[in-house]
């Protein structure tokens, strides 16, 4: 069974080995230019200190990740913190599964257990979100290794080396990402697209595609892993493109018309055979831009998180293109297309279902809401954002925007919310600055006290800080963001 998922074409070998060529020179350039006057990072690091864990029975543990892994009980600990919050920093693998085969009684490397590359990299993950300081402190042997396993990824003998390597680089990248790395997390970012692309992701189910699969699923739910992770990274790339005002790596339009991957089902559903065994699909994001099936009664949480993404990044897009003089054709174009997407917005956030409305939610999918609601009203926000300077309407659907991003994570139980998506640091700095900016406007017009306009943008801001200062751990923008001056007079 070790060869099942061997690519069969000799070209597309190639193309793999070309892949691992580009990571592994991206990676020791991205090491150059942030360290010039530092050898060469040396890849096999053996961990020396031990661990100390007093609720468990790790009492000076000694392990090498050169050759091996942490011991049994702390490779449970770490996929135990890991997993529940998995899906916020893109895993898209069905997460029983995965940790029965992790868990697996074999040595890593066994082709039993995910490729060492994903196990370091949750384990990564797994110190981060732990916060014990000494296992935390262990993050950058872990990183080192997991960098290395990871650029060699592809040259493994695993038969899940392509998608666990692929997984490997979107959860590196989010890593880095929220730890305000970004040349590194832009680098991890488009390795996963180039992955995905050279693994015909897009064209899961496609009723174009006329050769076999590259990667042919084994059952339904390795099927929707691969519909997972092809939404994982377009959802990766289009939002993080918003967040640091470039182009996505997947950036030009008519690359939408190649997508023909359907849209997302919720985990456990495609283990239900939920996905119609001849079903095929084409253009899914064609169709969607184009105001088709906008949001559907049974579209997933993940499925409506996509969508959301897909028009912020349209409506920055849009934004960062708009130049005041445009010629009179290339304003009325301008116009034309603002319109058709203001309308398309509007109508996904009014047929979004919202998060008390979603049948026995688990927490990865009330998160996942939060996410999709909070990303829709930041496209509306966005777009508006064009004219708010010059038209009364677009600043006050700007504002209007801003507290329906706001009033979200100020109105939802925080209990299932430890971590969220670090790209909601940028959601809600943005929605805090409209705020902000309005705030200013009032209280440089006032001579005396504070009108009540202002007193409750004031109000609403301060509830809405509190909360959202609850997330500094995995989104460092917010980290010495100045919550206590929101209700200041």
């Not at 994982?232 to 190649?258: Q, Y």
Request: hydrophobic fraction near 40%; charged fraction near 20%; proline fraction near 6%.
């Amino acid at each position: 069974m070790e060869d099942e998922c061997e690519y069969t074409d000799s070209g597309m070998r190639a193309m793999a080995h070309i892949l691992q060529e580009n990571i592994d020179r991206l990676q020791n350039r991205i090491d150059d230019l942030e360290h010039p006057r530092r050898p060469r990072i040396q890849r096999d690091v053996s961990l020396h200190q031990p661990y100390h864990a007093s609720s468990s029975k790790l009492d000076r543990v000694t392990t090498s990740l050169a050759t091996g892994e942490p011991p049994t009980d702390l490779v449970e600990q770490l996929i135990d913190i890991f997993l529940p919050y998995g899906s916020e920093f893109g895993f898209f693998m069905n997460p029983s599964r995965f940790r029965k085969s992790a868990l697996a009684p074999f040595r890593i490397g066994h082709h039993s257990r995910p490729t060492p590359a994903l196990l370091i990299t949750v384990y990564l993950w797994g110190l981060r979100l732990s916060h014990q300081e000494n296992l935390t402190a262990q993050e950058p042997v872990f990183l080192a290794r997991a960098l290395d396993l990871t650029s060699r990824g592809l040259s493994d003998s695993h038969p899940r080396r392509v998608m666990d390597t692929l997984q490997a680089e979107i959860l590196l990248s989010y890593f880095f990402f929220a730890s305000g790395r970004v040349l590194e997390g832009k680098y991890h970012a488009a390795a996963a697209i180039s992955l995905s692309l050279s693994s015909s992701l897009h064209l899961v189910r496609s009723e174009n595609l006329s050769s076999p699969e590259i990667l042919p699923p084994m059952d339904g739910v390795e099927e929707g892993e691969r519909v997972h992770a092809w939404w994982t990274v377009m959802i990766m790339d289009k939002c993080w493109a918003v967040a640091l005002s470039e182009d996505p790596g997947f950036a030009h339009r008519d690359n939408m018309a190649m997508v023909d991957t359907p849209w997302p089902l919720e985990v456990d559903d495609y283990a239900k055979g939920r996905l119609a065994r001849n079903a095929r699909y084409s253009q899914t994001i064609q169709k969607f831009v184009n105001g088709a099936h906008v949001v559907n009664e049974d579209m997933s949480t993940l499925a409506m998180f996509a969508k959301a993404s897909l028009l912020w990044q349209r409506a920055d897009d849009l934004a960062r293109s708009w130049r005041p003089g445009m010629p009179h054709g290339l304003a009325t174009n301008f116009r034309n297309e603002f319109t058709r997407l203001d309308d398309l917005i509007d109508g996904f956030r009014d047929a979004l279902v919202p998060p008390n409305r979603i049948s026995n939610p688990t927490p990865a999918m009330t998160r996942a809401l939060v996410v999709a609601h909070s990303i829709a009203h930041s496209a509306a926000l966005r777009l508006h954002s064009i004219f708010s300077q010059t038209d009364v309407i677009a600043k006050r659907k700007r504002l209007a925007a801003a507290r329906s991003v706001l009033g979200i994570i100020a109105a939802v139980p925080l209990r299932n919310f430890r971590y969220i998506n670090p790209i909601m640091g940028t959601v809600w700095m943005a929605a805090c600055g409209v705020f902000l900016e309005e705030i200013g406007a009032l209280n440089s017009l006032r001579t005396t006290s504070p009108r009540e306009e202002e007193v409750n943008l004031r109000a609403f801001l301060s509830r809405a800080g509190a909360a959202i200062s609850a997330f500094e751990s995995t989104c460092l923008l917010l980290r010495g963001y100045p919550y206590s001056s929101f209700s200041a007079a």
